[in-house]
């Protein structure tokens, strides 16, 4: 049902594929930002881009929630090509902010602001139904007790 969905809405999958470059890019950059908050220069941005994507790539295998411990531990190696040494530390710590914590907080704030703005109803009794229905697909959401 959902192939055929995006199949039909091939501009909601283009906005969504631009949408992802955008994030991934602007992810990829924020040890670009951090290194020029140094004042460093020496290093290329792709340079620096190329190291946050090993840095990605790694912490994408560890199965622990945040990559917690792997994630630092390669921005350390990969990013001490690039920092000196009296400085990687608060690097580490200030992408860490920026790459966990901050998205973190900031979705609490979106999720809050929702909340806040929708109307008190649990979910089990909106009336929304998912637009696959017309499609053989089952309505997302239900009436309290009903299926």
Known sequence: DLFKYMS???LHLAKM???TVVQLTVYFLIGNV???AFHLDGASTLK????QAFVLMIAAFIPVPGALGAAE?????????FFPHEKINAAI???RLMTFYLPIAVGLVFTLVEKRKSSNLPIEMSPVEDELAGTGGEPIFHEKGKR
């Open 17 to 19: 594929s631009l949408i």
């Open 8 to 10: 039909r809405h091939k």
């Open 93 to 95: 710590l200030l992408w």
């Open 48 to 51: 620096l881009v190329t190291a």
């Open 34 to 36: 951090i290194y020029l």
């Open 73 to 81: 531990g390669s921005f350390y190696i990969f990013f001490s090509l």
